[in-house]
């Protein structure tokens, strides 16, 4: 079950639109990632981060297996409005600075009971895009944010994470942060994932169980950057989390691990587009 969180996306359907619609350029046409091509303005009026590459992590929530695929992330540093108000800052690179809203978002594959031999009777679980904003805060050597989201198509409930990242510069180029990281589901979020029907239990191995919402987990992130220069780099980050209270019960969990962990790795663009 991969899946892949995306920070800060409330207005990614937007770059696409404004890429698409970019002019043609009739005597020199430089590429969309050549230095001081479209995505290195001057001037910009939004800039963001894109990371692109594969990831490794748990195949399910509760799984001991680890399962690999295409992960990635996008980060809006910065956005200037047509009223002239600006989110962000588009003089730094890598962080933003001071408060302010932000959007966010996360995919979690489908869970597929055929797949996996020890949930054989348990009820499939359909792929969920989750969409929300929160508020975060940011400087140099740190960061910290709160969010809630809504779960479309899977889940089809609410969740709220929160946690924050200290920020070190240890060397030109380089970029390390590590900070904790909570994730408080409802009713419905734990029992889509954690809980057993009556009629799962008959069929399957598991007793029935039906959680209550809250803290579904904790855990902390570890995240390493290099920039070779203002718009390429390579990244790597790893979470590792362990599930708690109703979640951590779970006869899925107990039956299988009640930690979860993933790794990513991938090529850093920085992006400066002017409308």
């Not at 996008?74 to 800052?89: A, H, I, K, L």
């Not at 009971?113 to 929160?134: I, K, P, R």
């Amino acid at each position: 079950m991969a899946r892949f969180n995306i920070s800060d996306t409330c207005i990614w359907i937007t770059l696409g639109a404004s890429l698409l619609a970019l002019p043609a350029v009739a005597q020199e046409t430089l590429s969309i990632f050549d230095e001081n091509g479209y995505l290195d303005s001057a001037d910009p009026d939004m800039v963001i981060g894109i990371r692109l590459g594969a990831q490794r992590e748990s195949a399910y929530f509760g799984s001991s297996d680890l399962e690999s695929g295409p992960g990635g992330s996008v980060r809006f540093d910065y956005v200037r409005f047509p009223n002239g108000f600006e989110y962000g800052s588009g003089q730094t690179v890598g962080y933003r600075t001071g408060w302010g809203l932000r959007g966010s978002a996360r995919f979690i594959g489908e869970r597929n009971s055929a797949d996996y031999s020890e949930l054989a009777g348990l009820s499939d679980v359909d792929w969920t895009q989750e969409f929300g904003f929160g508020v975060g805060y940011e400087e140099k050597h740190f960061r910290g944010f709160a969010d809630v989201r809504y779960g479309f198509f899977g889940h089809e409930s609410f969740v709220g994470e929160a946690g924050f990242d200290v920020i070190a510069t240890p060397a030109e180029g380089w970029t390390l942060t590590l900070g904790p990281r909570l994730l408080i589901g409802s009713d419905k979020y734990t029992q889509t994932y954690f809980g057993i029907t009556a009629d799962e239990a008959a069929a399957s191995q598991y007793s029935e169980y039906a959680p209550n919402g809250g803290l579904v987990s904790a855990g902390v992130v570890l995240g390493a950057r290099y920039d070779f220069n203002e718009r390429w780099g390579i990244e790597a980050v790893a979470g590792y989390s362990r599930f708690m209270g109703d979640a951590g019960n779970s006869p899925i969990v107990l039956g299988g691990s009640d930690e979860s962990l993933k790794i990513e790795v991938g090529i850093t663009r920085r992006i400066s587009v002017d409308f």
